[in-house]
């Protein structure tokens, strides 16, 4: 089965309603050693258009990863970029702001993270936290200190607009973006919560809070459609993911990631007629040596 990253992409000004949007679908792979197959073939492109990208260094490249628990984030970027050189690629896991951060804007602390040329930068989680499980959770507002009870109801829409003003800018000045939504059902997420409990190596970071969540799914549900609609842009679009089946999901990250480079039509520097002179001199003196 042919991925075509279309399916999965959130067009821009289309209303979304997740219900819509499967979280499992027929599987790209035949077997299990079709996907390691597949996946490793990904990987090497990718490699190869890393090492490209930073040799062309005119664009970076930022990945988004959003999602509810347990849908794979962290899985995914393991095992989509594990070829990456690290030297290239910067992961940043985004999580409660700290004292100095809530201090500044809620786009402080992500731009301060954006890659350089050249490089691959990811956010597993960003600062679309601030108009997804803020809104869930209206009280967050209250410790950034900005707004009081009768300009709430316009945060939402100030916040989408700073993200689009924010993503625009980058993109015209070369930073490419993809965001990705892992979209997963509330039963498979039930399942994997169990999992994680039964496992010693992941049961650690397991709370009581990751459950409490599950009662505001619906709210969820409506704040991540909304912000998928205000915010998926022809320059910054956003996919949604079906996460249920993992290795799946991981062929679908890794085709889109493959399709988006492929589509900068870079190339490897070609050297002019002086740099042609110092590559004749130096291939001589280091001939001469033997």
């Not at 989680?125 to 709430?152: F, Q």
């Amino acid at each position: 089965m042919k991925i075509n990253s279309i399916d999965y992409l959130v067009r821009p000004g289309k209303k979304v309603k997740l219900d819509k949007w499967p979280t499992a679908i027929k599987p790209v792979y035949k077997s299990k050693d079709e996907y390691k197959k597949l996946l490793g073939e990904h990987i090497d492109e990718l490699r190869s258009l890393q090492n490209l990208l930073y040799a062309y260094n005119k664009y970076s490249v930022l990945l988004i990863f959003q999602s509810m628990d347990a849908a794979g984030k962290d899985g995914s970027i393991k095992h989509v970029m594990s070829g990456i050189n690290p030297q290239g690629c910067q992961v940043f896991s985004f999580k409660h702001p700290s004292t100095e951060e809530l201090e500044h804007d809620f786009l402080w602390r992500e731009i301060r993270c954006l890659p350089e040329r050249g490089k691959i930068g990811i956010f597993n989680r960003s600062h679309y936290e601030e108009v997804l499980i803020a809104r869930v959770h209206p009280e967050i507002l209250d410790s950034e200190g900005l707004w009081d009870e009768s300009n709430k109801k316009m945060v939402w829409q100030d916040r989408y607009r700073s993200i689009i003003d924010l993503e625009s800018h980058l993109h015209r000045n070369g930073t490419r973006i993809i965001k990705f939504f892992l979209h997963i059902s509330k039963e498979e997420q039930r399942k994997r919560f169990l999992k994680r409990i039964d496992d010693q190596k992941k049961s650690w970071k397991f709370s009581t809070a990751d459950v409490e969540e599950r009662k505001y799914w619906k709210q969820y549900m409506k704040a991540y459609e909304d912000c998928l609609e205000a915010t998926s842009l022809a320059d910054s679009p956003w996919y949604v993911i079906p996460a249920d089946d993992k290795e799946n999901a991981h062929l679908i990250i890794s085709q889109i990631i493959l399709d988006m480079l492929n589509k900068l039509k870079m190339m490897y520097p070609k050297p002019d007629a002086k740099r042609k002179q110092e590559l004749k001199k130096i291939r001589k003196l280091l001939s001469d040596e033997a």
